[in-house]
Every structure is written in structure tokens, then in C-alpha cells.
């Protein structure tokens, strides 16, 4: 007999994220509840609370459009590049940071640079990440929870057909992880290793110098993976 699928959990970042809100938006939702009905936690990630994504995207989605927040982003050259500060605000959020607290608290989630440009000294070394103007127009037609928006022509990128009898030692980043692990979206597979959902991948075996990508092994995701499958069986 298989076991009951768990719910998605999600914070209030990428709630913000999926609803064009910021993260203090969400917790001021959350603070008023007894008056909107917005969810009750459905968890907790250290300080962070949790929602069960099917009942806040349920409340969203019930909730009157009049009263949501909506961002059009300025009209850009699509080739232009953007800091992340400067895509932070093409998006609309508030939080100059918010880009790069994406980069840092949910891998795979938003999209990689476009082009790094390495800076400063040998002493002191900087590195500058730049996004594209399409880039971040695609992320925000595909992201999750807001589905396609009117216009849009692009689609979710398709994972790549990774090899399973490849170098075990070999390093692989989170699209050839959720690849291999069927996961149908980066965007899942990183939702699920927050969660907890995927405990031999929470230390990576290595990190890459450039933007702070982890990366596993061949055989240690194939380890998880098999986990995974006994754990469904049970």
C-alpha cells in the first residue's frame, strides 16, 4: 500500500514570489487571518513558517483580483542586463535584495545569470551576476503558481535526459539532479530538498566557485533516488 503524497509546504518567500507580493505581505496575511481567512501554518523550516501550498493557492485564488497587487514590469530592451538589485526592482518587489536572497535561500528556483562578470582585484576578488531582461520576463510567464500570462509564448524549460550509467564521481548541478530523480521542474526539486524531502542531498559534495551552485554526485543522487522508490513501496 503506498503511502498518502505529503503536501507541498512553501514560505513566505516563494508565496510572495508565486503572487506578486512581498515576503511581509505575506506575514501580515497571516497576522490578520481571524479577519481573510489566510491559511494557518502548516509548519516550520528553523524560524521560517510554512504553508500547505494547495490551501494558499485555494486562498488566492478565491480571493477578490481587485484587491491583489499587480506589477507591470517597465518596457526594457530584452537584451538589456540588469544587476540583481536593478532585476529586483524590474519585478517589482520593494526588497532590492530580493533576487539574491532567491539566489541564496531557494536554489533553482530563480534562474542562473545570464553573464558573471568578474571584478576588483586579485587581492579582492568580486563577482557581478546580470540578468536579461527576457530572462526575467520568462521567469515571471513560468514561474510557479502563477501559471502562463496573457501573451506569453515561452514554456518551462524540458529537463535533460541525464545518464544513469555515467561516472559515479561524476558532479551534477539541480537540473540533472531533478532530472534523475523525476522530478518534472527545477522548481519542485528544490522545493522538495527544502522540505527535508531529500536527505542524502542536503550537504552537497561540492560547491562551485562561481554563484555557489551545489553539486552532487552521480551516485549519491542515484542513492537517493532508490531511497525514494523504497520509501514510496512501504
Known sequence: MTSRRAPRLVDAAEI?????????????LYNNRAENGFPEIAGMRGRARLWNQEEEAAWFANRPQARLRTHTPPTRDP??????????????????????NFMHDHPGYFPEPDVVEELGTAEHPYRRQLWRVQT??????????????????????TLPDVPR????????????AAALLGFKSV??????????????????DA??????YRRWTLKR??????????????
Not at 510572495?16 to 501580515?28: C, D, Q
Not at 537584451?79 to 539574491?100: C, H, I, M, W
Not at 519542485?188 to 524531502?197: A, E, P
Open 207 to 212: 560547491i562551485t566557485d562561481k554563484g555557489g
Open 16 to 28: 510572495a514570489a508565486e503572487h506578486g507580493i512581498t515576503p511581509s505581505r505575506v506575514s501580515s
Open 187 to 204: 522548481n519542485s526539486f528544490s522545493s522538495s530538498l527544502s522540505q527535508g524531502n531529500l536527505p542524502l542531498l542536503e550537504t552537497p
Open 165 to 176: 550509467d555515467g561516472d559515479p564521481d561524476e558532479l551534477h548541478g539541480a537540473t540533472q
Open 79 to 100: 537584451r538589456d542586463l540588469l544587476t540583481a538589485a536593478e532585476s529586483s526592482r524590474f519585478l517589482g518587489y520593494k526588497n532590492p535584495l530580493q533576487v539574491t
Open 136 to 157: 526575467l520576463l520568462d521567469w515571471m510567464a513560468t514561474r510557479p503558481g502563477r501559471g502562463k500570462r496573457t501573451g506569453a509564448q515561452r514554456t518551462a524549460p
Open 221 to 234: 543522487i542515484l542513492e537517493q533516488d532508490a531511497q525514494r522508490r523504497a520509501r514510496t513501496l512501504q
